[in-house]
């Protein structure tokens, strides 16, 4: 958390903040991808090159003055801390409040060596330090922190990994790394409360360590992989550096989920004991200790420096992050390549609006995409566990009007196993077709399906249902189906995933049948962690299959025809991830009029729903968040 250097009322953001209201009133509108467009660049906000000597840098930084050494966030949560200088005295003196029941504390140890402290000094604050961790990079030179620690680097800067009080630099575990240069963008401002918090990120380039004369990731044999946020809801792993008297500056660690922070384009976790130094700390999903790698989503950083204000009460145990997208990546690659990284759009949380809170929305067992109300425009059509079915009429935008009932709870359609929108009926209106896990007629042996024509904002069965299979067919073997148009014309082609692996197309699908069957998969294992399907149109070329795998891969299919007979090119639109193995529903829908079924929209099994509109056949498209966690 930054030194409390008030810009504007705080008041004022908190009130914003609390009823959802973005207070980034300077962001840039939004492209139609979302992106924004950039600005041209202008002159580096990096620091100058740190031209010192390896032997001066280590020779300043003595045991002593590493231990003396105060955090830049000196009175984050701090009992009775005063402000260093040049830091406002506005918030009282005091202890903080005590964290609510049910917050999990922060675990006390060794720390892990991509993880450690970053010491600089200035005439201002004097000894003074924030946490950073190590990054993979083609120089093995880069090390990640916040843009409020880093606006002073390059002032007798030193990195040392998994940091132990009390020793020298060539005493400690991997010795120490003088910073040569850090990157930052030049529109972000340090203890900022605006819009600009979002950029709360840089990195720096370290020179080799002084007695082996090696880069960072070469003696450490550690790097964490930057990857983007990949939702909001996420389970992370925090590390930091805290400075509190009695724990001997020891490294902490909290596992805790992440949630959004209202307004700004940061994330939010809850844990006790990040007291000041925890600046810059990266937020770690699937960390290996054995590969010493894992995956940076965030860092303590953003609103505030990273945290509430000390008045608050609770600054130790809730800390912010920025999400991490284009802007980090970009900023990376200009680290890498030596090069001044300019300014950077301002863009907020880019979101759209669906009805009701997550802790409904984790209920959503089937999504689906279909003009069903007949205006030209893709909505999106909801089927409960209980048995309710909303429809969300599509405003063409990427967002969505307000909800219609279409069956109350307790109805039939909670025993639906899969279902899927299609023309089955060959006359342009959506049918559906769906795959019964459970017959109340007759009994529960399942393999029953039905085609329901016509349906309408007024009747999700339509016009008529069709039994295209019996109850007790062999159907009951089948787990999830997905419908479009695989061979050209109409949407009337399915494909089906079966319970030992089996995948299969059903050509030509009708009320009176389930058409051709063709064999595209045969008994393949890694089919059976296939957790939910969909069809696109991500290139206009035809029909695309996306598989969302068990351990969260995303996978888009091109080229299935009937005539082939096999599942096509594929490729990877997003990797496997901890944060993405949760998913449970996707649909993709032409939401935004787009002339293709390129938005996908997840929903996760939080309740947080996102959609990413403009995907492509060989990359995801722009994260949008519908439904907050």
């Not at 231990?67 to 984050?76: E, F, K, N, S, W």
């Not at 029953?448 to 039994?467: F, H, M, N, P, Q």
Request: with cysteine; glycine share 12%; net charge positive.
């Amino acid at each position: 958390m930054t030194p409390h250097r008030w810009s504007r009322s705080l008041a004022t953001v908190l009130a914003m903040a609390a009823c959802g209201v973005s207070a980034t009133a300077a962001v840039a509108a939004p492209g139609p991808t979302g992106s924004g467009t950039a600005p041209k660049p202008v002159p580096s906000a990096s620091a100058p090159a740190h031209h010192a000597t390896p032997s001066a840098v280590e020779k300043f930084w003595t045991a002593d003055r590493l231990a003396a050494a105060v955090p830049l966030d000196a009175g984050r949560g701090a009992p009775g801390a005063l402000p260093r200088p040049g830091v406002s005295r506005l918030a009282p003196p005091g202890p903080v409040g005590t964290a609510p029941k049910g917050i999990p504390k922060g675990v006390y140890g060794d720390g892990i060596p991509a993880v450690g402290t970053f010491f600089f000094d200035t005439k201002a604050t004097g000894a003074t330090y924030c946490s950073a961790s190590i990054v993979r990079s083609a120089h093995r030179n880069l090390v990640l922190t916040a843009g409020h620690c880093a606006k002073h680097a390059a002032e007798k800067g030193i990195f040392i990994p998994q940091f132990r009080k009390g020793k020298a630099v060539k005493d400690q575990p991997f010795g120490g790394y003088p910073v040569q240069k850090a990157f930052t963008y030049a529109n972000y401002q340090p203890n900022s409360m605006r819009a600009d918090s979002d950029l709360d990120f840089a990195f720096l380039r370290v020179g080799p360590e002084y007695q082996r004369k090696k880069q960072v990731e070469e003696v450490t044999g550690a790097g964490l992989r930057l990857r983007d946020t990949p939702r909001l809801a996420n389970q992370v792993t925090v590390h930091g550096y805290p400075h509190l008297s009695g724990n001997g500056q020891r490294a902490i660690s909290c596992t805790v989920p992440t949630e959004r922070l209202s307004g700004f384009r940061q994330m939010l976790m809850r844990c006790s004991g990040f007291y000041g130094g925890v600046s810059g700390g990266p937020w770690v999903t699937g960390y290996n200790a054995k590969t010493r790698t894992g995956d940076v989503i965030g860092n303590v950083g953003g609103y505030y420096g990273g945290g509430p204000p000390r008045s608050s009460g609770h600054d130790d145990w809730m800390s912010y992050s920025p999400v991490y997208g284009q802007e980090i990546q970009d900023l990376y690659r200009a680290a890498v390549a030596d090069r001044a990284p300019g300014t950077a759009p301002l863009r907020g949380l880019y979101e759209g609006k669906l009805a009701g809170p997550a802790s409904d929305w984790k209920y959503a067992t089937h999504v689906m995409a279909a003009d069903v109300d007949a205006d030209g425009r893709d909505d999106l059509l909801v089927i409960w566990k209980d048995g309710e079915a909303t429809l969300y009429p599509g405003d063409g935008r990427g967002g969505f009007g307000t909800p219609r009932t279409l069956a109350k709870q307790q109805s039939f359609w909670k025993n639906a196993r899969s279902v899927t929108t299609g023309d089955f009926t060959g006359d342009g209106r959506p049918d559906l077709m769906v795959l019964w896990a459970k017959d109340d007629k007759k009994d529960t042996s399942t393999g029953k399906v039905s085609v329901y024509s016509d349906i309408s904002a007024a009747r999700l069965t339509g016009t008529k249902e069709y039994v295209v299979q019996q109850a007790g067919s062999e159907w009951k073997y089948a787990t999830a189906i997905t419908a479009g148009a695989y061979d050209p014309g109409k949407a009337d082609d399915v494909v089906v995933r079966w319970k030992d692996g089996d995948v299969t197309l059903h050509s030509g699908v009708t009320g009176g049948g389930t058409g051709r069957e063709r064999t595209l998969v045969s008994k393949d294992a890694a089919w059976k962690d296939a957790v939910s399907l969909t069809t696109a149109q991500l290139s206009g070329k035809g029909a695309d299959l996306l598989v969302r795998r068990a351990d969260g891969k995303l996978e888009a299919f091109s080229g299935i025809t009937a005539t082939s007979g096999r599942l096509g090119a594929s490729a990877v639109l997003q990797p496997a991830h901890p944060s993405y193995t949760r998913n449970s529903a996707m649909a993709a829908g032409d939401f935004t009029t787009s002339g293709r079924r390129a938005d996908l929209l997840v929903r996760w099994t939080e309740g947080e729903t996102s959609l990413y509109e403009g995907t492509g056949p060989k990359r995801i498209g722009t994260w949008k968040t519908m439904v907050s966690p």
